[in-house]
């Protein structure tokens, strides 16, 4: 376990107080993990910028019906086999499919995926999500 620093901050008081209204609703027990988030999503997005390592979800919505749309789907996956942990396909209704795609991966291979898929004819939605991977702490 990493040691624990404390630090000194100087803010207004408005600014304070909005913190405080804002980790309240966010169900924070405290301004220091709430800190500790803000200063890791700075630091994730740093990451993402220089295109280092990220973990995520792609999630996207489409209408399996579209011509060839499924075929395409499936090659351009197999293009970032190495990007791409896991998928889960789930049928909305019977026209439209929802899938999750774990990834792991360079972000900018990350990001070519999400692309390149949002880029398909009858892809109706597609979200990224990223994450740290969990190694930054080692």
């Known amino acids: 376990m990493n040691a624990l620093y404390r630090f000194g901050i100087s803010l ?6 909005a913190f405080d209204r804002v980790i309240k609703t966010e169900n924070y027990q405290n301004r220091s993990e709430a800190l500790r988030d803000l200063i ?5 997005q740093k990451k993402w910028i220089e295109g280092g390592a990220v973990a995520g979800a792609i999630v996207m919505t489409y209408d399996h019906h579209k011509r060839e749309l499924v075929n ?9 086999h190495d990007t791409i942990l ?18 792991r991966g360079k972000a900018r291979d ?17 979200s990224l999500s990223i994450s740290a991977t969990g190694e930054e702490s080692r």
């Open 12 to 17: 207004e008081k408005s600014l304070l107080d």
């Open 40 to 44: 890791r999503e700075k630091l994730l």
């Open 72 to 80: 395409k789907m499936l090659d351009i996956q197999h293009d970032y």
């Open 86 to 103: 896991s998928t889960q396909h789930v049928h909305l209704d019977h026209n439209h499919c929802l899938e999750v795609i774990a990834v």
């Open 110 to 126: 990350v990001e070519r995926l999400s692309n390149s898929l949002k880029s398909q004819v009858g892809v109706k939605h597609v």
